[in-house]
């Protein structure tokens, strides 16, 4: 038996001073404990909060595209996921000759019994046929937390196709996200840069303007609002995007929404640094200006953003974003910070805009666990949910730094980010695996189911 005593319980109703006992891998009671048992472990929690394990929504390990492979597999991946406080990440599964059901085997087995925090999938959709069509209910059935489709990149799916696919895909009731960005309009700003050789890294964002989030994001809450389903839009990066949604939501539309980190704490002044800095910064979308930044923390800190994924696609920049350094579309997209993601968020939330912490819970953990089936499981601290526990210290001031860091990466976008707040101690299922801020087990993981 484990007891965690006297802290500050973040509850779904608010916070509370109090104790929690763990046994076989779940919370078996929360209250006040009088009697603590000679053969039970305790750890003192006073002072600090004490949440349920961060969920994050929208990871990449493990994963090749037409440029690189990333520096993360799921062994560094989680292990850096749970230094940061995340007990349960979602990552994104492709399909395998053209099979969601062999895709889904495949990165389930590249997962297990290399895994530092509980996984589970999203199934991206990146052809529509009747194979795939059929194996929508079979890969829901087997316990895919949600299905994706792109309106960007080579895999993106037309307006039909999206249409098709979540006319298949509402009979499961599972999500459907989408990254919105308009590909084809993309494609033709980046022909037209290469003929004006235009294509150092100070481009990158010149190749995807806003206006190519607001009506990818316009197009496919219609797609929506046509099945008469929910939809969700991952990575909002702009302010103009987060309108949009607003603007469709008033209308009607049953649309929920995740923004990431990066869109809070940087800005598109990185693209033009020297020596090919920008490089390190390189995703899509792209950053966007610092006033976009502070639109969309008003917007976190007032609920219109129902969760905050780290979009971890972790490339190394001395290796693989610098093949870009002469060409920015050869730069492999996307930026570690799965680790970093929780603290800046509670930073950004309860540090910066006094949120109370109970409304950061529901971001970091709460609304992740219920927007993709796992909740009441994760996601709460309640008698009988898996004891996936994050005791977070208010008091400690630490600087984000690689050094400290667990990403296979070479760099991490957030270096010299002054925080408030860090990570205590970590319980996966009941196991103590991160003792005063040191992992200390990395290999408890499951695959959800
Ligand atoms: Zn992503």
Known sequence: MRIIRNGELVLPTGVVTGDIVMENEVITYIGHITDIPDDAEVIDATGCYVFP?????????????????????????????????????????????GSLKQGLAVHKGRAENHIACDVAFHM????????????IPAVAKDGVASFKVY????????????????????????LVAAHCENGPLIEALIEELRQSSKLDVANHPNSRPVL??????????????????????????????LETIETLRRKGARVTCETCPQYLVLNDSVYSLPNFEGGKYVM????????????????????????VGSDHCSFNFESQKKQGMHDFTRIPGGIPGVEERGLITYHVLVNKHQVDPSQFMKVISENPAKLYGLYPKKGTLQVGSDADITILNPYVEHVLSKETAHTKADYIPYEGINIKGGIAHVFLRGHHVVNNGELINAHLGKCIP
Do not use: C, W
């Open 284 to 307: 899509s979308p792209p950053l966007r200006k610092a006033e976009d930044n502070q639109i969309l923390r008003d917007a976190l800190a007032s609920g219109k953003f129902q969760t």
């Open 53 to 97: 394990g961060f969920i994050d929504p929208h990871t990449h390990f493990q994963m090749t595209n037409a440029l690189a492979s990333t520096a993360d597999d799921f062994e560094s991946g989680t292990a850096a996921a749970i230094a940061g406080g995340t007990t349960t990440i979602i990552n994104f599964a492709s399909p395998e000759e």
């Open 124 to 135: 991206e959709i990146t052809d529509i046929n009747d194979a795939v069509l059929q194996e």
């Open 212 to 241: 190519i989030e607001t009506e990818a994001i316009e197009r496919f809450v219609t797609i929506g609002t046509l099945t008469n389903y929910p939809v969700h839009i991952v990575h909002v990066s702009s302010g103009a995007g």
């Open 151 to 174: 309106l960007a990149y080579g895999f993106r799916l037309n307006d039909k196709e999206i249409y098709e696919a979540i006319k298949a895909i509402a009979p499961t009731n599972k």
